[in-house]
């Protein structure tokens, strides 16, 4: 029998929505997860089923370990690490730790749109700090920093969702300066950092927690499957103990068991690091497809900087273009795309656009982005 494909927003068949920022069904690997699965059921003592230390079932912190030192080519030790059931849960629990209601945090402009309403499911109010193509722009945020006192500052340093670019090693060590001088955090949101398909990014802000500054958010959502529902938190040992004073995860502990006993599994026999491999040649090649599709119908229309990792382009088109106007012509003509206004804090990117180039092959892009010039 057929299976019946669909997730949550999925589009009617034959519509090519290049809005949606999620892998595709053939790169999600059921046989992988089955073979991980299968082996560490065949040697599971029963008590790995039970409830773990709280801070994560610790042979999947150690191999965890294992994993980033090698992916950032840094030492990593089991003890910097947190596990969560993803990085929006990690982004609720660190809102909960380390914000009060009325606080403000500083974000990009523009933002993964999702975190603004985790922000204010607690009440937390924004600031938009501008991204440039060097990622967070270190002056503006000087300058906020003159006028607020952020609980914390959120930003997506690599590959940024939807921007595209990173921030520069540079500017990141500068941040880290800030923090320190004017008493804040930074939650670090570097769910693509391993997902660089020329070359590697500057160093994750994972390899900047002795600044006792850093909270390091990762997932195996984009590396991975989003259903695992699992990440980690990276940080030092004095946020960490913040952390594990939290209600939630003093009362269930170990977030996800299961799902880490599997990518456990996975990370020590290769086949996750296998798996990336392979996500990173299939990206790259769906990246160059869109941007030879955008410079053959969107060069007269928009601009853009051509991404070197993540999932995403960002266009800009004149200042008079509202993308949000076209949405419903989108939807006629078979095509998607997601509206720029909504990554901003502030009422602005009306003349953006986000387009993803994870979630379809390099046909259906090109089909995509030729179906979206007809709406201009
Ligand atoms: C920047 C960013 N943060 C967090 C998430 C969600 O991550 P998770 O599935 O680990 O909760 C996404 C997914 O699109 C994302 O782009």
Redesign the pocket.
Known sequence: MNKVVTFDGAPPPGTINLGL??PSAELLPIDLVQSASNAFLASADPLSLNYGPIAGDPGFLDSLAGFLSNSYNTPVTAAELFET???????DLVSTMFARPGDTVFVEEPC?F??FQVFRDHHLNFVGIPIDEDGLNVTALREALGKHKPAFLYT?PSFH?PGGQSTSAARRREIVELAAEYDFLIVA?E??QLLNYYAEPPPAYGTMTASERVLS?G????ILA?GM?L?WIQSSSSLLQRILANGFVNSGGCLNRISAHIVQQAMDDGTLAAHIDVLKRTYRRQLEAMHDALLEHFSDLATWTKPVGG?FFWLTFARDVDTSQLRDLARDRETGFQGGAVFSSQDGLHNSMRLCFAHYDEDDIREGIRRLRTLF
């Open positions: 920022g999620q059931s993803g990085s929006s849960q990690a982004l993964y999702l975190a997506i969702n949101d769910v693509y958010l997932s195996f959502s984009k989003p529902r990440g999932f």
